[in-house]
């Protein structure tokens, strides 16, 4: 009793104190076991504080902004191929092991939940997934309506909105200002993703390509809520406040007003009236995606308007600054380049005789130098910048060395990560020699192309692999056709280097330095 009084005199004070003590030695705890022999991935080489606890992650990620992915290559630099990254993961430099990581061939590869958390509209879309078998239920109905042969019925609307492009870079540079590419671009982009998803574009949003001047009405509460990638995924708990501010929206800075009045209300908004006019019998005059969810064989909590605005939001994000990064890389090359830009144009000029009406994306395809252009511009622009980690669930993974040391061998148990990055992989000088430089050629070669293959990670690879490939690259082609025919002659870049177009850190996409003024031009 008497022992039992004087606990209770300790006071709050005291009591708080106790409790953080008792909480710091857990944490301590946990830490040694971390390092010890006894942890599972013990055997994997690299830095203890790293194995020990997600701090250094923590630390370059939510503090310097970013920049873990840097600092992971510079660890494979000192201790090679595999590396422990934090205590429940392990990442990969050697392309040799990337098939294996990604399961091409169909295996269970499951996310992690710490990779997911990031992810700000939660984790009802299929990219947030972390089971593997709920991922492939929500995959199948997505994965028809992007597959190739759906974006090839379809592409003679990504062709007109390439020419459209076209028609306002060209107008609105007559005017002699300089402009920012990757904003124009985006307008690009977001037209044919919006598209896509809602069989039109919506409120006063979308529909930029038929509006004066350049809006980065969606690209810009895109990237403010990338700006929070990191500190969502060690705080998930905070995206929770997006739902509060609906009611705080007139207070919030304007970009981020943006991304929660779209997130919130105009794609919720948009969601609904889709599913009316589907329930009610419109027939919209192309598929989209609203309507291919709603006919799915989904259950009927899975076609909630919540979940579908979720996956389109998701969709939307992705498929807007990936691709107009991308064209903005490949401009600032081919311009800065005579020869490329000469090589290029004497191809295309062979293949197309009318600028205004181009091939087809399959015949593009087959033009060596403009597909050499494209996946450099891919290579370079590297898509999602950062790690894409899977988790084995039924088989342990065996490391033998790859294509160096053939006497390591290490082993990742089921249920643990491991991943990727494309900028890394990218970057690999003995798969990509001079690998910063853009070099078209290096993809001419069809037996060297096999190799490249396997360290390209754009679009990730096997089950999870980007769904909006297809309709990507046919953009891609068609944009950069329409652009190096009709805009490059009239185009020179406007106080730009080499340096706005270079990874310098990531939020989710890559970004460069953080003076940069972008990627801009003039047309004269």
Not at 2 to 28: D, K, N, Q
Not at 214 to 239: C, E, G, I, M, V
């Amino acid at each position: 009793m008497e022992h039992f009084v004087s606990l209770s005199g300790i006071g709050p004070a005291g009591m708080i104190a106790t409790m953080v003590a008792t909480w710091l030695g857990y944490r301590l705890l946990v830490m040694l076991y971390n390092v010890s022999p006894l942890h599972p991935l013990s055997p994997i080489p690299g830095p203890k504080m790293a194995a020990a606890s997600y701090l250094p992650e923590f630390y370059y990620d939510v503090i310097c902004l970013g920049r873990y992915t840097t600092k992971i290559r510079e660890i494979h630099e000192k201790y090679g191929p595999l590396v422990r990254i934090n205590p429940d993961e392990v990442h990969c430099s050697d392309p040799c092991f990337a098939d294996e990581i990604y399961a091409v061939g169909g295996r269970k590869r499951n996310k992690t939940l710490h990779q997911v958390n990031a992810i700000p509209v939660g984790n009802k879309t299929e990219f947030a997934t972390t089971d593997h078998d709920l991922h492939r239920t929500r995959r199948t109905p997505v994965a028809k309506f992007f597959s190739r042969s759906a974006t090839m019925s379809l592409e003679h609307e990504i062709a007109a909105h390439a020419q459209r492009l076209c028609d306002k870079i060209l107008a609105e540079g007559g005017q002699g200002s300089p402009f920012d590419l990757t904003i124009a671009y985006s307008n690009l982009s977001t037209d044919v993703i919006s598209g896509y998803c809602f069989g039109e574009s919506f409120g006063e949003s979308f529909n930029l390509l038929e509006k004066p001047g350049w809006s980065a009405n969606f690209r810009q509460p895109n990237l403010s809520t990338l700006k929070y990638w990191f500190l969502f995924r060690f705080f998930p708990s905070l995206k929770n406040l997006t739902k509060l501010g609906v009611w705080f929206i007139d207070y919030l800075p304007p970009d981020i007003a943006l991304f929660v009045q779209t997130m919130q209300v105009d794609i919720p908004k948009l969601v609904t009236k889709t599913i009316n006019n589907l329930n009610a019998g419109i027939v919209y005059p192309r598929p989209v995606l609203v309507g291919a969810l709603i006919g799915s064989s989904l259950s009927e909590e899975e076609k909630a308007p919540e979940r579908i605005s979720a996956e389109t939001l998701s969709i939307l994000g992705a498929g807007t600054e990936t691709t107009a990064w991308c064209l903005s890389v490949m401009t600032y090359h081919i311009l800065t380049n005579p020869e490329i830009f000469e090589n290029l144009t004497h191809e295309l000029k062979e293949a197309v005789p009318d600028s205004q009406r181009l091939p087809h994306w399959a015949t593009l395809e087959k033009l060596p130098y403009l597909s050499g252009v494209i996946q450099e511009g891919l290579r370079l622009s590297y898509g999602v910048a950062g790690r894409t980690a899977r988790v084995p669930t039924d088989e342990d993974l065996v490391y033998r060395g790859g294509r160096q040391d053939k006497s390591i061998r290490y082993v990742i148990p089921r249920g643990y990560a491991i991943g990727m990055s494309a900028f890394v992989s990218h970057h690999d000088e003995t798969l990509f020699p001079e690998s910063t430089k853009f070099q078209p050629e290096r993809w001419f070669d069809p037996q060297n192309r096999k190799e490249l293959d396997r360290g390209f990670l754009s679009f990730s690879k096997g089950s999870r692999a980007c769904l909006g490939m297809n309709l990507g690259l046919c953009e891609l082609y068609l944009a950069t056709a329409a652009l190096t025919l009709r805009v490059f002659p009239h185009m020179r870049l406007y106080e730009t280097s080499e340096e706005d177009v270079r990874y310098d850190w990531e939020t989710l996409v890559p970004m460069p330095k953080r003076e940069s003024l972008g990627v801009r031009a003039k047309i004269i």
